[in-house]
């Protein structure tokens, strides 16, 4: 079974510019979560997906980040434009529906934003 | 705020010892989990304990959980060189709406010197 696939693994681009992350959930995860991690501190909740539809957005930074799950399959964060601060590891994670029960995610390897 | 805070951020020690990191969290919770994550991976899911129980092992895991104070420890036993990473805790708080997003800490980060 194939994991969670996260592209591209490192991009490095100048303040201002756009950048498109991708990420590949497990083939019949429903959930589809945005993670993102700041020069070793904290693990920070972006975004939770259910199929299509966004269920949590409240971690979003600012509207300069959008995510979509088109048809309910991968995910894309494009961060436009970026900043400085933007700059960090962006994980995906993906989990199985179990409603109100233990929610284990799969991760990804995590795509190394660098914002120069 | 930070949900989780894994205590200490750093440590070292000598292949074959006993690692113990703990973790404490604010709000209530339905489980808490520990992850493991080395060098350019993404994390790996090792062990859940719910918030009804107090202790659970697997292999050379031992976790506890204390929910009156809010805390939990991972123990590893008998180190490798292999277990060097970083480890953190995460949480899932109630009320639980449903496939509750998990709230992770910053991790403790640490070395198995051989």
């Known amino acids: 079974e194939a994991g969670v696939t996260q592209f591209p693994s490192h991009s490095v681009i100048e303040k201002g510019q756009t950048v498109t992350l991708r990420c590949d959930p497990i083939s019949g995860h429903d959930n589809l979560y945005w993670y993102r991690r700041v020069m070793g501190k904290e693990i920070k909740f972006l975004l939770h997906f259910v199929k299509e539809s966004k269920q949590d957005e409240s971690g979003m930074p600012n509207n300069r980040f959008l995510a979509e799950r088109t048809g309910g399959t991968y995910s894309t964060l494009k961060v436009q434009p970026a900043e400085l601060e933007d700059s960090g590891v962006y994980f995906c994670a993906s989990s199985q529906d179990v409603g109100a029960g233990a929610n284990v995610l799969t991760f990804g390897a995590g795509s190394r934003l660098t914002v120069l | 705020s930070q949900q989780g805070e894994e205590d200490p951020q750093a440590l070292s020690i000598q292949e074959g010892e006993n690692a113990t990191m703990n973790c404490s969290y604010k709000?209530?919770?339905?489980?808490l989990q520990w992850y493991r994550q080395n060098s350019g991976r993404g994390l790996v899911h090792l062990i859940l304990i719910r918030s009804n129980e107090r202790e659970k092992h697997s292999g050379r895991l031992r976790v506890t959980l204390d929910t009156s104070k809010k805390s939990s420890s991972l123990l590893i036993t008998a180190s490798r060189a292999a277990d060097t990473a970083s480890y953190f805790c995460a949480t899932d708080a109630i009320p639980n709406f449903g496939n509750e997003k998990l709230t992770f800490g910053t991790g403790t980060r640490l070395t198995i010197i051989p």
């Open positions: 709000t209530s919770i339905n489980n």
